[in-house]
């Protein structure tokens, strides 16, 4: 495939699970990608160096998604080194529950910081490379709609507002020929959320499918986004859950 020839592709919090996926698929496709990572330096160099051994151009940038100014960096990095930007997926991001009562103020910014605000700064930023045909893709999570179990609060509150976003930004867009989505997973068997961990069958058990998705099965729905055939899906939240909000 070469849906993506000649393009770039910006993937935050790229070095592993779904947005190592992300990487790899988007690479498959045609393009030159830029990722990120925050500590996992020897995977982050691994995966690019598995691209490059493609014939792809591949860049692993450090960069904290909690750091807004080093996520904006990642942006304009991106373009010094790949020449363009065309695509931003938005995958950087952190899962943690806890109830109401043990929550507290680090917990509220530390979520909205790398959730949201990474969002925005990455967004605000591609933008002013991004040109006709450009992609703005979103990882959220199934958990911004609907809370399936105690403790959700925070997370599902910091999904809903990149949903948000994306519907937002999608009417800002629009008339330049920007498309912007979200994608938004269920349970998907990462080290973030193995299939074997403890709330796991409780998880699978709400999927139509009874079974985790593999990150590889996101990175395809991210990658059709990514292409020309999506180009008149934009302002769209787009579940890839095994059926768990059917």
């Given amino acids: ?47 690019a160096s598995e691209i490059e051994a493609t014939g792809r151009r591949a860049l692993a940038i450090q960069a904290d998604a909690a750091d807004a100014g080093l996520v904006r960096q990642a ?15 938005n995958n950087a991001g952190i899962y943690a529950m806890g109830p109401v009562q043990e929550s507290n103020d680090d917990d509220f910014d530390r979520m909205v910081d790398i959730n949201v605000k990474a969002v925005f700064a990455a967004t605000t930023e591609a933008v002013k490379h991004l040109g006709e045909g450009g992609r703005v893709i979103t990882i959220g999570s ?17 999904k809903a507002a990149v949903a948000a976003l994306t519907r937002g930004w999608a009417r800002d ?3 330049h020929g920007i ?15 193995p299939s074997d961990a403890p709330h796991a069958p409780m998880m699978t058990a709400m999927t139509a499918l009874k079974r985790y998705g593999r990150a590889e099965e996101i990175a395809g729905l991210v990658g059709f986004l990514a292409g020309p055939e999506a180009s008149f899906i934009t302002g769209a939240t787009i579940d890839a859950d095994g059926g768990m909000q059917a």
């Fill in 142 to 158: 199934v958990n911004g709609d609907r809370a399936f179990g105690p403790g959700a609060a925070l997370y599902g509150m910091s």
């Fill in 75 to 89: 942006v304009q990095n991106t373009v010094d080194t790949l020449g363009r930007l065309d695509v931003l997926v």
């Fill in 179 to 193: 498309t912007v989505n979200t994608v938004q997973p269920g349970p998907v068997d990462t080290d973030m959320n």
């Fill in 1 to 47: 495939m070469s849906t993506l020839s000649g393009k770039v592709a910006l993937v935050t919090g790229g070095s592993r699970g779904i947005g190592a996926a992300t990487v790899r698929r988007l690479a498959a496709d045609g393009a030159d990608v830029a990722f990120t990572y925050r500590s996992s330096s020897d995977a982050a160099h691994a995966l």
């Fill in 173 to 175: 867009l629009g008339e």
